[in-house]
């Protein structure tokens, strides 16, 4: 017994010894995270919401906590970001005791738990910023760890568990969640929801949605779909949008060979979404906007289709089969663009998906990776706290391109293959890039070792250069190598074709090159050709060569895909001091608005157009080009005759418009609602050219005041209410609305204030928004800790991307130096934000 005594009094002691010397730090780090996949499993949340209909009530919560534990000789840490007056009681396996907040954790001491089963009872009141609360909605996004902002729980992504859900919500209003709804009651002031337990998943992808929408349902194959939206007046929108879901869902069924992997299908529209979407099993969230189109161009229609297929990708690439850390965030995103764009393609044809893909990626892909803040697709993370950094174009846009090239090296067939044993062995799991190479070498030749390395460890794209030499009117040798635009010398291994052009016909040279040069034997004895289109068929990644000789030729190629190849690449090329001046590629592009038919290849003509004329044109010469840019465009739209195609350069023309002919043209179309012959304007669009009336006048008050009026939508009422500051010609309303913004309180609808940023600070008013610079670099961390994942990238981006002054670049490199020891991860958003304000420098722009 004495015996007994002693070992019992010594296994206290150093339980206790190490519950002291334990580390509890803000976030989720990653020690603390493989620890807590080490010791703990079955986990399951049970979740009692008690939601007001008065948002500035508190929401109380009762929560039970089930878990097993491996042992208890720690301390368990719960992760919980709010303050320890939250919470109301705390019983552990049905012992009541003390609550202990610690650095952003619920902390039971190693003497309440049980080795095994174990049973945490919480009543607290939810943190509400992650619950998204509207006047009379309200939608949890949780992603990437804002569950812990809401309730206590285990924030990370490989502790998967089942959530049994009520909602307890005023009577009216409608609800959708992860798990089936298993009954309600109502009392007619409230009604109470229970769901089933959802299926296996991690805490972000747990979530809900409830307030004052419209339910629709349809049978999509063997599953009854659900869809709640606000919107007043959808139209056909509904019907499309069951279908596009039915489209996804058939085709990855098919691709993967595994059927949808979750108890049931339903999705959200909300008003000014954070995201395009997020998707939460059960519960899709979407952007309202992106899924209700009013007479849409052809590429709305396409991005709606990968938006949905995107989201649908997801419930196998990322919530079916989960990354174990957020460093792997890209391999969810990268298969959920891969696929949407392969569910575009059968749906739309080999053209239309190899144009879209290009369109898609590519710029944005190289927007970021020419920049010094470039980062790898794959990134350290060592607390979850700083995940949101993680997101961003390259994961989204790079990825997906790095991903085809995967595909054309191993082959289509045993690329499938490998994905689908890939998702068969890790189902409801979790699982890292390297399990994932692992297999794909399995069914490939070649050392995808390597191959990763370049590809997905490091950052930066090549420049390809070449020369040619002829004996007569015949190639002797054409020879094309690649270097490192930046950094330390490396091969892109990658695919790509060089295409030969002559008077009358074309010869195109597949090429495959994982050499630092290369000769294209295949070209030797040919033909001296007019130009050459390097990457004609848009596969490859890289800074491309321009064949001088080709110019206004581009326009006349059959081929959209290489049409679009060569706006891409001549336009990076400029950016890169390369071939000609921005005002030259200007003039050039604008010869093309009326010859290049094909609407997407249109609507990036135009892009690059308004780019080059905002930020990579003087002011004084901007000034000079108006009327005539104003002019080809107006001429440009008269000559289209497709509607869709009159509709892009309406909008360009709407972009770049300054003339005081041009406004009065504007205002006619807005103020009688009668746009161009050929050109059909939705609600949308006559607020959006209200609001550009407004910026470029002053008119803002009455303007914005009638089209409110126009509108029967409370939810548009209340963006354009929003907005109205951004836009006012008094600098001190635009002063005073960009203060209101340092409070968290009013960044709360993130869409909306970088829609007002665009127009804070459009190069028509940054004279008086130029002092807004430094302080909106201060708020980037604030804004990090307290917004969504892609708010710092979109802050940043909105305030510094039209700017091209020396003075707004000082301001940049001023306070990079006054912060030797910034985020590491910010200071590249910082940079990538700004690179085309660094590259005005250079060429002159400022």
């Known amino acids: 017994m004495r015996q007994t005594l002693k070992i019992t009094i010594l ?25 807590r996949r080490a010791e703990i499993t079955d986990i399951r949340y049970q979740l009692d919401f008690q939601i007001p209909a008065a948002k500035a009530e508190t929401i109380q919560v009762t929560e039970t906590i089930y878990c097993s534990l491996k042992t208890n000789a720690q301390a368990l840490q719960i992760d919980f970001k709010q303050s320890v007056d939250h919470i109301q009681a705390l019983s552990v396996n049905g012992k009541a005791i003390a609550p202990k907040l610690e650095s952003e954790h619920l902390v039971i001491a190693p003497s309440f738990l049980h080795k095994g089963n174990n049973t945490i009872n919480i009543q607290f009141t939810a943190g509400d910023a992650s619950l998204n609360r509207n006047a009379d909605y309200l939608y949890a996004l949780f992603v990437p760890d804002r569950a812990r902002t809401v309730f206590p729980c285990f924030d990370q992504p490989d502790l998967k568990a089942r959530f049994a859900l009520t909602l307890r919500v005023p009577t009216g209003w409608k609800v959708l969640a992860n798990g089936q709804l298993k009954d309600s009651t109502s009392n007619g002031v409230q009604t109470i929801f229970n769901f089933t337990d959802s299926d296996l998943l991690p805490t972000y992808l747990f979530s809900f949605t409830a307030g004052k929408y419209i339910r629709a349902q349809k049978q999509l194959g063997a599953y009854n779909a659900e869809f709640l939206y606000r919107e007043t007046d959808p139209g056909t929108n509904v019907d499309s949008i069951f279908q596009a879901h039915d489209n996804a869902l058939r085709f990855l069924e098919t691709w993967t060979g595994i059927r949808y992997p979750f108890q049931k299908v339903g999705f959200a529209a909300i008003p000014d979404f954070q995201f395009g979407g997020m998707e939460h099993p059960g519960e899709v969230q979407y952007k309202a906007m992106s899924l209700f189109l009013k007479e849409p161009t052809k590429d709305q229609l396409i991005s709606r289709i990968g938006l949905i297929s995107h989201e649908t990708a997801h419930m196998w690439f990322g919530d079916l089969v989960t990354m174990q850390w957020f460093n792997d965030v890209w391999m969810k995103e990268v298969f959920a663009n891969f696929m949407a764009d392969k569910v575009v393609e059968q749906l739309m044809g080999s053209e239309t998906f190899n144009l879209q893909f290009l369109q898609d990626h590519y710029p944005n892909a190289y927007g970021v990776d020419r920049t010094p803040g470039a980062n790898p697709i794959r990134q350290q993370l060592d607390n979850l706290q700083d995940a949101g950094s993680m997101y961003g174009n390259i994961i989204y846009h790079k990825a997906p391109i790095m991903m085809r090239q995967m595909e054309l090296l191993m082959g289509k067939d045993n690329f499938r293959k490998g994905i689908q044993e890939y998702l068969h062995k890790y189902a409801y799991n979790n699982a890292t890039w390297n399990d994932l190479v692992q297999i794909l070498a399995k069914y490939g030749k070649y050392d995808l070792l390597s191959w990763n390395k370049v590809w997905v460890n490091q950052p930066g794209r090549p420049v390809f250069d070449y020369t040619i030499s002829y004996k007569g009117d015949k190639i002797d040798k054409l020879n094309v190598t690649q270097r490192p635009e930046t950094g330390t010398p490396r091969i892109w291994p990658q695919s790509f074709a060089v295409t030969l052009v002559y008077a009358d016909s074309i010869r195109t040279i597949p090429v495959n090159m994982n050499t630092a040069s290369m000769q294209l034997k295949a070209a030797t004895g040919l033909a001296k050709p007019r130009f050459i289109l390097f990457n004609s068929d848009g596969i490859g990644y890289g800074l491309f060569p321009a064949d001088k000789g080709m110019h206004e030729q581009i326009f006349n190629l059959k081929s959209a895909v290489s049409r679009a190849s060569v706006y891409v690449n001549i336009y990076e090329n400029v950016l890169s001091g390369r071939y000609m001046a921005p005002v030259e590629l200007l003039t050039l592009l604008t010869k093309g608005l009326a010859i290049e038919k094909e609407e997407t290849n249109l609507k990036l003509l135009t892009n690059y157009i308004g780019s080059l004329y905002w930020t990579f044109t003087r002011p004084r010469d901007r000034e000079a080009l108006a009327p005539w840019l104003e ?31 041009a406004k009065k043209r504007m205002y006619d179309v807005w103020r009688h609602q009668e746009p161009p012959a050929g050109i059909k304007l939705a609600e949308e669009d006559y607020t959006a050219l209200a609001l550009t009336i407004a910026l470029k006048s002053d008119t803002a008050a009455s303007v914005i005041t009638q089209q409110r009026n126009r509108l029967t939508d409370p939810d548009k009422k209340a963006r354009l209410d929003f907005l109205l500051p951004a836009v006012s010609a008094n600098a001190a309303v635009r002063d005073s609305f960009f203060t209101s913004l340092t409070n968290r309180k009013n960044r709360a609808k993130e869409a909306w204030v970088i829609i007002a940023l665009g127009y804070l600070h459009h190069p028509l008013r940054q004279s008086t928004s130029f002092k807004y610079l430094p302080q909106s670099l201060d708020l980037v961390e604030e804004i990090q800790r307290t917004g969504d994942i892609f708010f710092p990238q979109s802050w940043l981006s909105a305030t510094f991307g039209t700017y091209q002054t020396t003075a707004a670049w000082q301001v940049v490199q001023q306070f990079l130096q006054q912060h030797p020891n910034y985020n590491p991860k910010l200071k590249a958003k910082i940079q990538q934000a700004t690179d085309n304000l660094y590259r005005a420098q250079k060429l002159g722009g400022g």
Do not use: C
């Open 631 to 661: 002019d080809m465009l107006w001429r440009g739209m008269e000559a289209q005759l497709p509607t869709n195609n009159k509709k892009v350069l309406f909008k360009a023309y709407q972009n770049v418009y300054v003339t005081e002919v």
């Open 11 to 35: 296994l206290l002691i150093i339980s206790v010894s190490a519950f002291a010397q334990q580390t509890i730090t803000p976030g989720v780090s990653s020690e603390l995270s493989k620890h």
